[in-house]
């Protein structure tokens, strides 16, 4: 259990900056892939965009990385067994995955209530209310995994 509670202290006293990694991360991936899209309008200024009520919402990447050490200690308590590396991965980027589906709707839903939404999926394939699409499953699985990778601390 005193290992337990130094894992508590050293992530809250980390996560001001890992908020910030991974709200600074998530903002350049979205211009990064808003800019790729205009390829397929064919608008060759690659203009990206993203707003900065998004930088709240990907800082929450920094939880992910503790919520999946959390699930790995429920999956696997005690000292005896530990998992591949391959099978964390996997484990941790379809939990990522489904945490970033779901605090992308809730989110969204909030600010589509204020009419502050800056996304809308409607129309697009596999959208659920306009506020998520299944089909960036892929995408939020690596991204949850980038987000554990940035805020992983260095040698553990």
């Not at 991974?22 to 060759?44: A, P």
């Amino acid at each position: 259990m005193k290992g337990m509670k130094t894992l508590s202290q050293l992530n809250l006293k980390q996560l001001p900056l890992n908020f910030c990694k991974c709200g600074v991360t998530g903002w350049c991936l979205e211009v990064i892939f808003t800019s790729t899209e205009s390829i397929l309008r064919q608008d060759w200024r690659l203009m990206g965009q993203t707003s900065l009520l998004m930088f709240p919402i990907y800082g929450c990447g920094a939880l992910l990385g503790p919520i999946g050490d959390l699930i790995d200690r429920w999956v696997n308590p005690g000292t005896g067994f530990t998992a591949k590396k391959a099978d964390l991965a996997i484990r941790h980027g379809f939990l990522y995955m489904v945490l970033i589906f779901v605090a992308e709707y809730f989110a969204g839903s909030l600010l589509r209530g204020r009419g502050m939404c800056p996304w809308d999926y409607t129309g697009r394939n596999s959208n659920i209310d306009g506020l998520i699409r299944l089909d960036f499953a892929p995408l939020w699985f690596a991204t949850g995994l980038l987000f554990e990778q940035i805020t992983k601390k260095k040698g553990g």
